[in-house]
């Protein structure tokens, strides 16, 4: 037996589950555990990565290519922490924008930057370790240079994600008579094919194409480092061959 489905059931589901979530949200046992964890990853993402950033600046010795590398990580981490983690909890439980129209453009703003940052590092990082891996007699990587990538990475990471903050929009819901309005923080594109195009755009620079890269890196540093290893005298492989080339020897001496 077949059920039609009206348009009023559909209304009626769509609706019986928002009100379900917005329960769920306005819950106080919900609010405190949300709080309880954020504050959590809030204090430990500031307190960690402020003390990777204090031992390599502070210790000459720690100053290394890929120390720099995971720095800029830590200080990418740190953006994140201070822009995103306070003000994604508050915007969801108080269901409103209360923080101002420049705040509004800086958190999305910030969090595209800190992934950007943070893919590009990594990727840096896999590059980094294959030619060290690959070639290993080939001249390492300057601290210079690393510090000019990071440069270039802050830099061409700004660059990318300004359409991002600048097509944010700080809107209120509530005609020109009402005392209340709700403010909210909103993508606000031209148009949908700006948005596409740009979504396009980064989900192939964030993700794609450093996937793709750290794969092949680190593929090819895995390889390296199996052959490197049965080749290694004690092994396995190099006993066999050892074995081997002794019973030949005695064949042809006898």
Same mark, same amino acid.
């Given at each position: 037996m077949k059920m039609a489905i009206t348009g009023s059931t559909l209304n009626n589901t769509t609706s019986t589950a928002s009100t379900t979530g917005e329960n769920i949200i306005n819950d106080n046992a919900v609010q405190v555990a949300f709080f309880m964890i954020y504050t959590a990853i809030f204090v430990l993402g500031i307190f960690g990565n402020v003390l990777v950033c204090y031992v @390599?600046?502070?210790?000459? !010795?720690?100053?290394? @290519?890929?120390?720099?590398?995971?720095?800029? *990580? !830590?200080?990418?981490d740190i953006l994140l922490c201070i822009l995103a983690v306070p003000f994604t909890p508050l915007y969801t439980f108080?269901?409103?924008?209360?923080?101002?129209?420049?705040i509004c453009h *800086?958190?999305?703003?910030a969090q595209g930057i800190s992934v950007y940052i943070s893919t590009l590092t990594l990727t840096s990082i !896999?590059?980094? %370790? +294959?030619?060290?891996?690959? +070639?290993?007699?080939?001249?390492?990587?300057?601290?210079?240079?690393?510090?000019?990538i990071i440069v270039v990475i802050w830099i061409f990471s700004m660059l990318v994600?300004?359409? +991002?903050?600048? +097509?944010?929009?700080?809107?209120?819901?509530?005609?020109?008579?009402?005392? @209340?309005?709700?403010y909210f923080c909103d993508e606000n594109w031209?148009?949908?094919?700006? %948005?596409?195009?740009?979504?396009?755009?980064?989900? !192939?620079?964030?993700?794609l194409i450093p996937f793709l890269i750290m794969a092949f890196c680190y593929i090819c540093v895995s390889l390296k480092l199996n052959d490197r290893a049965r080749s290694k005298p004690g092994s396995k492989n190099s006993r066999l061959v050892y074995n081997f080339s002794r019973k030949v020897l005695l064949e042809v001496r006898t």
């Open positions: @390599v600046f502070r210790n000459k !010795a720690m100053q290394t @290519v890929t120390n720099l590398f995971i720095t800029n *990580l !830590a200080l990418s108080l269901g409103e924008w209360v923080f101002g129209r420049i *800086l958190v999305s703003y !896999a590059i980094d %370790r +294959y030619f060290v891996i690959i +070639y290993p007699f080939h001249p390492r990587m300057k601290l210079s240079t690393c510090i000019c994600t300004l359409p +991002y903050g600048v +097509y944010m929009k700080h809107t209120n819901i509530g005609n020109s008579h009402s005392t @209340v309005k709700k031209p148009s949908e094919d700006w %948005r596409r195009t740009f979504g396009g755009i980064t989900t !192939a620079m964030q993700f």
